[in-house]
């Protein structure tokens, strides 16, 4: 499994600890920064991430985003064409964002989130699989609304 990894400045540090913890169970993670604590913009990272999981480039075709409360960089994420972030707080959340909802992005806020409740998250999150049957007719709505409301 390949994960797409990116954050702001104020997501570094979880970023690296999840980026670390996936690598620590032998899950390739492809770094688009950021890479220090320099006030930066997270719409710049989440299109880099959105761009490498739709183009199929990388080979990555889930991502994790981090920014300092998860908010910013998941509307920046769900404005890109085929991304589907869920902004996810708690391992329920994260379980129905894949099993419901086919989530392809992850948020998470390093200020909001402790480092052991991200990796139970994370976990859940990677683990889930898409339920499809009645949930793939609405996903595939959700999906519509992207021509819809152009």
Not at 31 to 46: F, I, M, Q, R, V
Not at 88 to 100: I, Q
Not at 121 to 133: H, R
């Amino acid at each position: 499994m390949k994960i797409a990894m990116g954050c702001d400045h104020g997501g570094i540090h979880l970023k690296e600890h999840i980026k670390k913890y996936l690598m620590g169970k032998g899950i390739e993670v492809i770094d688009h920064g950021t890479y220090t604590e320099d006030s930066c913009d997270y719409p710049d990272y989440a299109a880099k991430l959105c761009k490498d999981i739709t183009s199929g480039v990388s080979g990555a075709e889930r991502g994790i985003l981090v920014c300092g409360t998860g908010i910013g960089i998941s509307i920046a994420a769900n404005k890109c064409k085929g991304i589907r972030a869920a902004l996810c707080a708690d391992v329920f959340s994260a379980k129905m964002s894949r099993e419901h909802n086919n989530a392809n992005v992850l948020c998470l806020g390093e200020r909001t989130t402790g480092v052991g409740l991200a990796e139970m998250i994370v976990d859940a999150w990677l683990e889930t699989e898409f339920a499809g049957g009645r949930h793939a007719r609405r996903v595939e709505k959700i999906m519509d609304l992207e021509k819809a409301c152009d």
